[in-house]
T-cell receptor, first 111, second 113 residues
Framework: GESVGLHLPTLSVQEGDNSIINCAYS??????FIWYKQESGKGPQFIID?????DKRQGQRVTVLLNKTVKHLSLQIAATQPGDSAVYFC??????????FGSGTQLTVLP | EAGVVQSPRYKIIEKKQPVAFWCNPI?????LYWYRQNLGQGPELLIR????????DSQLPKDRFSAERLKGVDSTLKIQPAELGDSAVYLC???????????FGPGTRLTVL
């Protein structure tokens, strides 16, 4: 399966600032990546996905960048809000269609 | 539309006791997943069902864990007997088809004393 990891286990940002969460992956055969958000006491929630034939995808306040050369993903959150405080997971999906989660990054939004 | 429902939300038991978790997936979702999430880690797949068939149970510790999805709708995950190391959150997810977007339930937090 995919092996994914995150550069930093925790990230603190001021409310209103932009957040960038980074992720490295090892399996170049992954053809699909997903970012999940998990709030305390809840299950993971889909945020945005990107296919390996793309290098950028935008959603509402979120952008995912994919750099296949260095096997790196990032999630950018614009104008970070208190409700964005959560653990974020990047997930790679290969041919087996199985999700492999890393340990996540805890994002804390400071007032 | 109702999401994935799990019960109970919390369970505290003593070691060596049995425990069972229940999951009702989103209506119409054929694929159902059970994950275990240890503190500070991401979820790890235990078993995946396509309708009533377990198509991937390679990560399920079969000596003490069992699961069923008899009618291809709701599912039960059982541990017997529970060990201290089984303390974790057990998540259920469902998707319309295998490989599709997975929708997670809130999980059951198990504490084994």
């Amino acid at each position: 399966g995919e092996s994914v990891g995150l550069h930093l286990p925790t990230l603190s940002v001021q409310e209103g600032d932009n957040s960038i969460i980074n992720c490295a992956y090892s399996n170049s055969a992954s053809d699909y990546f997903i970012w999940y958000k998990q709030e305390s006491g809840k299950g993971p929630q889909f945020i945005i996905d990107i296919r390996s034939n793309m290098d950028k995808r935008q959603g509402q306040r979120v952008t995912v960048l994919l750099n296949k050369t260095v096997k790196h993903l990032s999630l950018q959150i614009a104008a970070t809000q208190p409700g964005d405080s959560a653990v974020y997971f990047c997930v790679g999906i290969g041919s087996a269609r199985q999700l492999t989660f890393g340990s996540g990054t805890q994002l804390t939004v400071l007032p | 539309e109702a999401g994935v429902v799990q019960s109970p939300r919390y369970k505290i038991i003593e070691k060596k006791q049995p425990v069972a978790f229940w999951c009702n997936p989103i209506s119409g979702h054929n694929t159902l997943y059970w994950y275990r999430q240890n503190l500070g880690q991401g979820p790890e797949l235990l078993i995946r069902y396509e309708n009533e068939e377990a198509v991937d149970d390679s990560q399920l510790p079969k000596d003490r864990f069992s699961a069923e999805r008899l009618k291809g709708v709701d599912s039960t995950l059982k541990i017997q007997p529970a060990e201290l190391g089984d303390s974790a959150v057990y998540l259920c997810a469902s998707s319309p088809a295998s490989g599709g977007e997975q929708f997670f339930g809130p999980g059951t937090r198990l504490t084994v004393l």
